[in-house]
Nanobody, 117 residues
Framework: QVQLVESGGGLVQAGGSLRLSCAASGSIFRLLAMGWYRQAPGKQREMVAGITSGGNRNYADSVKGRFTISRDNAKNTMYLQMNSLKAEDTGVYYC???????????WGQGTQVTVSS
């Protein structure tokens, strides 16, 4: 099983940027479709961006044009560049396999993103 560790969160003002990282263990990472998920306070966890093993990307409407997902298979790492952050982007961000419905297992501790308005 792939183990995942998220990092890069923090407190930022609205309009600012953050770059999240997801470090994965195991050689199968490069074969997996991966996603970034967000859990806002009082809300269900949702996927905001996904990337296939071949590099095809998809985004939730709420982040299109502002977030960019990428991966470096040589480093077993996935990234989420977040620009033009809004208060509603606040939440804990997790990485995991890109599955529908969302995965039940394999979750890390996540990284907190707080956007002040």
């Amino acid at each position: 099983q792939v183990q995942l560790v998220e990092s890069g969160g923090g407190l930022v003002q609205a309009g600012g940027s953050l770059r999240l990282s997801c470090a994965a263990s195991g050689s199968i990472f490069r074969l997996l479709a991966m996603g970034w998920y967000r859990q806002a306070p009082g809300k269900q966890r949702e996927m905001v961006a996904g990337i296939t093993s071949g590099g095809n990307r998809n985004y939730a409407d709420s982040v299109k044009g502002r977030f960019t997902i990428s991966r470096d298979n040589a480093k077993n790492t996935m990234y989420l560049q977040m620009n033009s952050l809004k208060a509603e982007d606040t939440g804990v961000y997790y990485c995991n396999r890109m599955l529908t419905p969302i995965p039940i297992t394999g979750w890390g501790q996540g990284t907190q993103v707080t956007v002040s308005s």
